[in-house]
């Protein structure tokens, strides 16, 4: 069965200081990834998407930047975190659709992010 | 712009009672709806998927969609306290898109 982890479960980092969340998927190959961020109160908020290695699509301007270095990995990084950045980030995995039919989305755990 | 409009309660409902979560959606394009239930700082859980229109029933809950009028809701009947949680429902086109979320429904379930 497919599984996805995301670590670390909390973190609490200080402004300025470098960020790196990642994202592995098991039992799947080739999976559409995604990173999501929920502020507090706030809905999910799709950052970055990806339909491959090395395939990144952005919807949100920002200092994030993310990267898929392989097939089932997929990590968030940052240069210099900002107080905003603080959220809860999740990341999600589906199939490759087929037909036009989308398919839900398995997140993972997610990591609390607090910035101060 | 995509949307999706839910009411975001609290909706407070008796323990046995019938719980009706509503949502409405922007994009005509959209061709999958999904419910999700998301307790208070825990991840997303899928519990519905829906693509055409009609209703579909999975144990104690059953969504109803209605593309023609942009429309999506979940009855969760024989309503527990553990059903109490917020329930997100996302929409998605064709491709590789990402989910398009509303803020939740906050459901309360009353013993």
């Known amino acids: 069965s497919q599984t996805i982890h995301q670590w670390p479960a909390t973190l609490v980092q200080p402004v300025g200081s470098p960020l790196s969340l990642e994202c592995t998927v098991e039992?799947?190959?080739?999976?559409?990834l995604y990173w999501y961020r929920q502020a507090a109160g706030r809905g999910l908020q799709l950052l970055f998407y990806?339909?491959?290695?090395?395939?990144i699509s952005s919807e949100v301007p920002q200092n994030l930047s993310a990267s898929r270095p392989q097939d089932r990995q997929f990590i968030l990084s940052s240069k210099k975190l900002l107080l905003s950045d603080s959220g809860f980030y999740l990341c999600a995995w589906s199939v490759s659709r087929t037909g036009g039919i989308g398919y839900g989305y398995t997140f993972g755990s997610g990591t609390r992010l607090t910035v101060v | 712009q995509k949307e999706v409009e839910q009411n975001s309660g609290p909706l407070s409902v008796p323990e046995g009672a019938i719980a009706s979560l509503n949502c409405t959606y922007s994009d005509r394009g959209s061709q999958s709806f999904f419910w999700y239930r998301q307790y208070s700082g825990k991840s997303p859980e899928l519990i519905m998927s829906?693509?055409?229109?009609g209703d579909k029933e999975d144990g104690r809950f059953t969504a109803q969609l209605n593309k023609a009028s942009q429309y999506v809701s979940l009855l969760i009947r024989d309503s527990q306290p553990s059903d109490s949680a917020t329930y997100l429902c996302p929409s998605v086109g064709g491709g590789a898109d990402g989910l398009t979320f509303g803020k939740g429904t906050h459901l309360i379930i009353q013993p």
């Open positions: 990806s339909v491959g290695i090395g395939q």
């Open positions: 829906i693509y055409s229109n």
């Open positions: 039992g799947t190959s080739n999976p559409n």
